[in-house]
């Protein structure tokens, strides 16, 4: 993981930007924003919204050049008297890219930070946010003889719905950028990253981590029974194996971890070819060796679930021995599960 630090705002600039399809067009500013007042707060709001575990770059086929935020950013980190025109730009073509009925009104706000720090490199940002949900607030104001309340809808300060920090550095591979999307989370409204900006993520050992952890999820709970006769508490098994191979050591090698989780032959040959039609269909370049970062294998353990759910009356939460647990049938039919412990706590 990047150890990044935020410098000082240099210029900040808002634009309004609708949903083309619904014809609600886009608004300019000819001017910067004077964000005197509110800097501590926007600082806050980038700082509460960004997390420098994946980090991705700008694409684009067949040339990165062709890449018009790519372009829009390159020329302001060329010449920051460009920015206005630059954020104009940026604002006109994140308009034609909002034509999914989800996408809603909002604001843009682009904003030049001067000195960020990277590890030890020093390095301009420019942030990209769109802000689409507004919270009401409730202010109190004077009256001669009491108080009054009037309702105001704003941005929230300590959560943002779309954005992206965009560091100068590595330019020729697409610059460094970190990305926030709280909104639109379907496939088809994935617009931010893909249509607007046209990023991926960069392949470090947290994307690596990250991408084979989540073949082996889909592998378990979605293949393995159609090629096998598997209960679920033998899925919840192999999930914590996963999770177990990934917690237990530093490097990943891929027939090492087949062996350790799988164990069988049938059910690694299952596997590899899953993983292989994965692999091509999604276009995912994963390494069979690779540095495995403890960020992702928290974040995924997060998501793998191990709870055995029994008609509406039990949960069972399966962390371990898979030898513990035994299925039965009474011969009245009901279905049963017999749990082993030491230890009651």
């Avoid at 959560?159 to 990305?179: A, H, M, Q, R, T």
């Amino acid at each position: 993981m990047q150890n990044i630090t935020l410098g000082e705002i240099n210029k900040f600039i808002v634009h309004s930007v609708g949903n083309k399809n619904s014809g609600d067009g886009v608004r300019f500013s000819d001017i910067l924003t004077d964000f005197n007042r509110i800097e501590r707060h926007i600082k806050q709001l980038v700082n509460n919204s960004f997390k420098y575990d994946e980090l991705y770059q700008f694409f684009f086929l067949p040339n990165l050049e062709l890449n018009p935020v790519y372009q829009f950013v390159s020329s302001i980190f060329k010449n920051k008297e460009s920015f206005i025109e630059q954020s104009q730009n940026a604002g006109r073509y994140l308009y034609d890219k909002s034509t999914h009925p989800q996408i809603k009104s909002g604001e843009l706000c682009i904003i030049y930070f001067n000195d960020c720090k990277i590890n030890d490199e020093v390095v301009d940002c420019i942030g990209i946010f769109k802000s689409e949900n507004k919270d009401t607030v409730l202010k109190v104001n004077n009256k001669e003889n009491g108080f009054e309340l009037t309702d105001e809808k704003g941005i929230n300060t300590n959560k943002l719905d779309k954005g992206c920090l965009i560091f100068n550095i590595e330019k020729e591979n697409g610059f460094l950028i970190s990305v926030v999307d709280n909104t639109n989370r379907s496939s088809e409204a994935q617009y931010w990253k893909d249509d607007f900006l046209g990023i991926q993520p960069i392949k470090n050992d947290y994307h690596q981590t990250n991408q084979f952890l989540g073949i082996t999820k889909q592998f378990v709970t979605q293949q393995l029974s159609e090629d096998f006769e598997v209960s679920k508490t033998d899925q919840i098994d192999y999930l914590n194996r996963s999770v177990d191979y990934f917690k237990k050591h530093e490097t990943f090698d891929k027939e090492e971890f087949e062996t350790a989780v799988f164990a069988d032959s049938n059910v690694i040959e299952s596997f590899r070819k899953f993983d292989q039609t994965y692999r091509e269909e999604n276009e995912v370049e994963l390494s069979d060796n690779f540095e495995i970062s403890a960020q992702a294998v928290k974040k995924q353990a997060r998501v793998f679930k191990n709870i055995l759910k029994l008609d509406k009356n039990f949960d069972i939460y399966i962390h371990g021995n898979r030898e513990l647990i035994e299925k039965g049938i009474e011969k009245d039919g009901r279905k049963y599960y017999k749990i082993y412990y030491e230890e009651e706590k």
